[in-house]
T-cell receptor, first 116, second 114 residues
């Protein structure tokens, strides 16, 4: 299966700890998105990368959040000093950006974070 | 600001019935309207999408109806099956923007009874 993969699938941590999630997009997809989904809600945009460049960050992405895509392939999302309000599903999606191509974003299975 | 409003929150239909989910948007710059299906423990998967130059798109049992003047669009699932039981999200995107991020509705939990 060459879909979007995310690791870990589940993460339980204590408040104040740092956590890091990884996303491996579909190969040759030059654009990668991070979304957050809380229970009973739709995903909300956090940030996106075009190749290795992070081009936009949502207001939802506080200073405790940082994302990287160092070689334009996989991406990591780190949350420092986690808070209970960070508990959510973190989704990664990838797509090919360009004119005349489908805008479809392919989502990974997500990482479910629980902050105790 | 919720830019895409979705209703109903939950829906129960009998097998073989029609499921209808509605969405309304505010941002007139949106020009791509996909519907995603999500099963528990899985990420959303694209079901069907429409662009505003057409009023309807059909793929198998799934149909999107689009009303540009009313800024509304809906998903119709014909001959609903128990396997269709999932959460459905409408979404919208501005393909003319640089980010092209998706703005999602709040979701509809569909249950199809056997």
């Amino acid at each position: 299966d060459t879909g979007v993969s995310q690791n870990p699938r589940h993460k339980i941590t204590k408040r104040g700890q740092n956590v890091t999630f990884r996303c491996d997009p579909i190969s040759e997809h030059n654009r990668l998105y991070w979304y957050r989904q809380t229970l009973g809600q739709g995903p909300e945009f956090l940030t996106y990368f075009q190749n290795e460049a992070q081009l936009e960050k949502s207001r939802l992405l506080s200073d405790r959040f940082s994302a990287e895509r160092p070689k334009g392939s996989f991406s990591t999302l780190e949350i420092q000093r986690t808070e209970q309000g960070d508990s959510a599903m973190y989704l990664c999606a990838s797509t090919v950006y360009g004119t005349g191509v489908s805008a479809e974003q392919f989502f990974g299975p997500g990482t479910r974070l629980t902050v105790l | 600001q919720q830019q895409v409003k979705q209703s109903p929150q939950s829906l129960i239909v009998q097998k073989g019935g029609i499921s209808i989910i509605n969405c309304a948007y505010e941002n007139t710059a949106f020009d791509y309207f996909p519907w995603y299906q999500q099963f528990p423990g899985k990420g959303p998967a694209l079901l069907i999408a429409i662009r505003p130059d057409v009023s309807e798109k059909k793929e198998g049992r799934f149909t999107i109806s689009f009303n540009k003047s009313a800024k509304q669009f809906s998903l119709h699932i014909m001959d609903s099956q128990p396997g269709d039981s999932a959460t459905y999200f409408c979404a919208a995107s501005n393909r003319g923007g640089s980010a092209r991020q998706l703005t999602f509705g709040s979701g509809t939990q569909l249950t199809v009874l056997p």
